[in-house]
């Protein structure tokens, strides 16, 4: 995100891309600690609660991610890939989310 922010705006000052690197650095620490805040408070129904709204959250945010950032734009490999085309990529996302889906049944 930060190099893709550089890529954007070249001139930004240097000052100004610290102050960006350390917004996004810090804003992991301080969600896991909001999460372990909610984890140690909550009980019951309203932890369920959070948890799925959060899990939502999270997993909407990865999929808007690999699908805007990541899939849209694209990579430029080396040599062709035959699975390297929109219908592929496509199938990836809808193949990664199954398995995430999969594997959040398992867990609970």
């Keep these: 995100m930060g190099i893709a922010l550089l890529r954007m705006l070249p001139n930004r000052p240097l000052l100004s891309c610290f102050a960006y690197a350390f917004a996004f650095a810090i804003s992991s620490p301080i969600g896991v600690g909001i999460g372990i805040i909610i984890d140690a408070t909550t009980q ?3 932890a ?11 997993t ?7 699908i805007n ?7 430029k490999p080396q040599r062709p890939v035959a699975a390297d085309t929109p219908i592929g990529r496509w199938l990836a996302v809808v193949l990664g989310v199954g398995v995430i889906a999969v594997v959040m049944i398992w867990d609970t």
């Design 60 to 66: 909407g945010i990865f999929i808007y991610v690999s």
């Design 69 to 75: 950032h990541l899939l849209s734009k694209g990579y």
């Design 48 to 58: 369920d609660w959070i948890f799925a709204i959060s899990m939502g959250f999270a």
């Design 44 to 46: 019951g129904k309203v």
